[in-house]
C-alpha cells in the first residue's frame, strides 16, 4: 500500500506544477517587455501556489510577489511618463 501512494506522489510531482508553469511564461512576458500581461499571469500563479495543498511553495510565493510590486510599479512609472510628456 506504501509503495502505491508513493508511486502515486512521484507521479504527481514529476511533472511541472502550474504554479511554475505560469511563473516561467510570466518571465517570458515581462522580459518581452509585456508587463500588464506578466502581472495577469503573476497574479494567476500566485492563486495557484494558495491552492497547493503539497508542496512548499514558499519561495516561489515570496518571489511572486515582490515581482507583482516591481512590475506594478514599473507600470504606474510608465504611466506617468506618458501622461508628463504628452503634456509638455
Excluded: C
Excluded at 24 to 45: C, D, I, M, P, W
Excluded at 71 to 80: C, F, M, V
Amino acid at each position: 500500500m506504501l509503495i502505491i501512494i508513493l508511486l502515486i506522489r512521484w507521479f504527481i510531482t514529476r511533472k511541472k506544477s502550474i504554479p511554475v508553469t505560469l511563473f516561467t511564461e510570466a518571465l517570458r512576458n515581462e522580459n518581452s517587455g509585456h508587463y500588464e500581461e506578466a502581472v495577469a499571469t503573476y497574479e494567476n500563479a500566485l492563486d495557484e501556489v494558495k491552492k497547493a495543498k503539497f508542496g512548499n511553495n514558499t519561495g516561489l510565493k515570496n518571489s511572486i510577489i515582490e515581482k507583482l510590486k516591481v512590475l506594478r510599479t514599473a507600470i504606474e512609472y510608465q504611466k506617468s511618463s506618458t501622461y508628463k510628456s504628452s503634456n509638455v
